[in-house]
DNA sequence: AGCAAGATTAGCT
DNA sequence: GCTAATCTTGCTA
């Protein structure tokens, strides 16, 4: 870890194994990190959406549809799980535990290390729309199926200690019309007034950290 | 083998 | 706000 700022600590296990409603809240703030040849990008995440398979039904692994695509969601907290969406890759931190298919979405970052080789990704100059969406996060930061399934404790691509957010704001998911009374479920949580988010919605509610 | 759908994005009206 | 772009996965045959 040599390479790395001295600040950026890796999250432990143990970290990933709480609740999938608790770690989506508590992955705001985190810095996600990815390492390639090019050099290191990382952002602090401030938008997540939980998906909680079993039930939801606007989960991949609704019903605990167990696929190619979704077997990584079957398997250990804390683990990569990446997928296509038309031409974008998709960032998912798994969890709920062995067994349970639950996974929380990485929506939005605050960029902070290597924001050069962002920009250079995606061909932008607007800081605010580097990392603004889940997949302009991933092609900005180089994050790709090849990293489906690996660990985020460790390097090239994982989670790292940030800040405590003052305020987090929720409401509902978001591109899930079709999902049924899922689409209505309060399980995206962003960092209350971030300018960084995906999209601007009212907040069903608001927590505020003392 | 064929096909419809999709947790998106960029660009235009 | 609306639509095209673009391509993999998963389901049906």
């Known amino acids: 870890m040599g390479e790395f700022p001295k600040e950026i600590v890796p999250q432990s296990q143990k970290f990933f194994e709480q609740p ?20 290191m990008a990382a952002g602090y995440i401030v938008e997540t959406e939980a998906y909680i398979g079993p039930t939801d039904r606007a989960a991949h692994s609704y019903n605990n549809k167990r696929t190619g695509r979704t077997e990584i969601m079957f398997h250990r907290s804390g683990l990569v799980y990446t997928y296509l969406m038309h031409t974008h890759c998709l960032f998912n931190v798994v969890s709920g535990g062995e067994g349970n298919p639950e996974a929380v979405l990485v929506r939005a970052l605050e960029p902070r290390f290597g924001i050069e080789l962002m920009k250079s990704r995606r061909e932008i100059k607007e800081l605010t729309k580097l990392t603004d969406g889940p997949g302009k996060l991933t092609k900005s930061l180089g994050i790709t199926m090849e990293d489906y399934g690996n660990s985020l404790t460790l390097p090239p691509l994982f989670i790292a200690k940030g800040f405590s957010p003052e305020s987090i704001s929720v409401g509902k998911r978001i591109g899930i019309d079709n999902s049924g009374e899922a689409k209505d479920y309060p399980w995206r949580y962003w960092i209350t007034n971030n300018k960084f988010v995906s999209r601007h919605q009212k907040a069903e509610y608001v927590v505020k950290n003392e």
């Open 20 to 39: 999938t409603l608790e770690l989506a809240k508590a992955l705001l703030g985190c810095l996600l990190v990815k390492e390639t040849d090019f050099g």
